[in-house]
């Protein structure tokens, strides 16, 4: 059995840690005085970065040359599923008491309720279909499925904008946060365009270079 890495340990300590913390804040009485929307609301906010997070491993990997970090992208996204099915469990079963007809009702007047649902549902084969077995079964249909996630992330911070009191087009209210992860999201989403990816890989290696030559100098004739 190999042992665990530096960064293995990091990531799975990151993934429990928001969740013991807002136990904790919990039985503490440390939340706001709306402790169940509080929940909801940071429960949403650490599935919009572990997925981010996710999404950032495979450029990164490649442009900055750290193979390890394809190798916790599942994990990552499987973190981000995690705080996603419990934002989902709490806004069904405690924000709307598991009332149906109520969330149907709002639908309709509250669109991040529908794009947070359909996201969940999108989330949900790409968790389930994130074992080897199944990359294995579906071969190359298993890429073309985990692509959704470059659709998952757009929408996800369009739930979370839609979700704050605030005002786009004026720039008003809560919506500083959405907007700062909406462009972290934008830029990882860059990074996969094979042109920027290459141009910044080409870049490394020339720093790389200037650096090696700059350790080792030519010796002057």
Same mark, same amino acid.
């Given at each position: 059995?190999?042992?665990?890495?530096?960064?293995?340990?990091?990531?799975?300590?990151?993934?429990?840690?928001?969740?013991?913390?807002?136990?904790?804040?919990?039985?503490?009485?440390?939340?706001?005085?709306?402790?169940?929307?509080?929940?909801?609301?940071? #429960?949403?906010?650490?599935?919009? #970065?572990?997925?981010?997070?996710?999404?950032?491993?495979?450029? /990164?990997?490649?442009?900055?040359?750290?193979?390890? /970090? #394809?190798?916790?992208?599942? *994990?990552?996204?499987?973190?981000?599923?995690?705080?996603?099915?419990?934002?989902?469990?709490?806004?069904?079963?405690?924000?709307?008491?598991?009332?149906?007809?109520?969330?149907?009702?709002?639908?309709? #007047?509250?669109?991040?309720?529908?794009?947070?649902?359909?996201?969940?549902?999108?989330?949900?084969?790409?968790?389930?279909?994130?074992?080897?077995?199944?990359?294995?079964?579906?071969?190359?249909?298993?890429?073309?499925?985990?692509?959704?996630?470059?659709?998952?992330?757009?929408?996800?911070?369009?739930?979370?904008?839609?979700?704050?009191?605030?005002?786009?087009?004026?720039?008003?209210?809560?919506?500083?946060?959405?907007?700062?992860?909406?462009?972290?999201?934008?830029?990882?989403?860059?990074?996969?365009?094979?042109?920027?990816?290459? *141009?910044?890989?080409?870049?490394?290696?020339?720093?790389?270079?200037?650096?090696?030559?700059?350790?080792?100098?030519?010796?002057?004739?």
């Amino acid at each position: 059995m190999k042992r665990p890495t530096l960064l293995q340990i990091i990531v799975h300590v990151g993934g429990w840690a928001p969740l013991a913390l807002i136990g904790y804040n919990f039985f503490a009485s440390r939340l706001t005085a709306n402790p169940i929307q509080a929940i909801e609301q940071q #429960t949403g906010i650490h599935a919009l #970065t572990f997925l981010l997070y996710s999404l950032a491993c495979t450029p /990164l990997s490649a442009i900055l040359g750290w193979k390890e /970090l #394809t190798l916790r992208r599942k *994990a990552f996204g499987n973190y981000g599923f995690m705080y996603a099915a419990i934002h989902l469990a709490i806004f069904i079963g405690l924000d709307y008491g598991f009332n149906f007809k109520s969330i149907l009702r709002d639908v309709g #007047t509250k669109s991040y309720i529908l794009i947070g649902l359909l996201v969940f549902l999108m989330l949900l084969p790409l968790v389930l279909t994130s074992f080897r077995y199944w990359m294995k079964r579906l071969g190359k249909n298993w890429k073309r499925l985990h692509r959704l996630v470059y659709l998952i992330s757009p929408l996800v911070v369009f739930h979370f904008l839609l979700s704050v009191k605030g005002n786009l087009t004026r720039l008003q209210g809560n919506i500083l946060q959405p907007l700062l992860y909406g462009s972290i999201a934008l830029f990882l989403l860059l990074l996969r365009i094979s042109p920027v990816k290459l *141009a910044l890989i080409g870049l490394r290696n020339r720093l790389q270079k200037a650096i090696q030559a700059a350790k080792n100098p030519a010796i002057s004739p």
